[in-house]
């Protein structure tokens, strides 16, 4: 099994930041990839970004964050980061972190599917 514990949300104002945190632990041998996704109200869940890894350590962000957000991991804790900066009121909503193998032979850390664990949620407020 594989827990999730997310921390680091928050409310702060437009321009400001935030960087969630998302520590694991069990077996995540398995799991290839670590991502972030996010949900806001009335909204579908939308992945936010993303790191491979193995192999080459891709990393993924979705068009809305690119240059303002930035996902890394401390290999050593086994924690996973998102910074956020410059962040806008569009921006709110709860942020789910997630791990898993990743969809494909290729393990594409993208798709929500290739995704089998899932943090609680911690809420992220921009107003």
């Known amino acids: 099994h594989v827990q999730l514990v997310e921390s680091g949300g928050g409310s702060v104002q437009p321009g400001g930041s935030l960087r969630l945190s998302c520590a694991a632990s069990?077996?995540?041998?398995?799991?290839?990839?670590m991502g972030w996704f996010r949900q806001a109200p009335g909204e579908e869940r939308e992945g936010v970004a993303s790191i491979r890894i193995g192999s080459d350590g891709l990393l993924t962000y979705a068009d809305s964050v690119k240059g303002r957000f930035t996902i890394s991991k401390d290999n050593t804790k086994n924690i996973l980061y998102l910074q956020m900066d410059s962040l806008k009121p569009e921006d709110t909503a709860i942020y789910y972190c997630a791990t898993g193998p990743g969809e494909g032979y290729g393990g594409d850390c993208q798709p929500a599917r290739g995704y089998w664990y899932w943090g609680q949620g911690t809420q992220v407020t921009v107003s």
């Open positions: 069990g077996n995540t041998y398995s799991s290839h990839c």
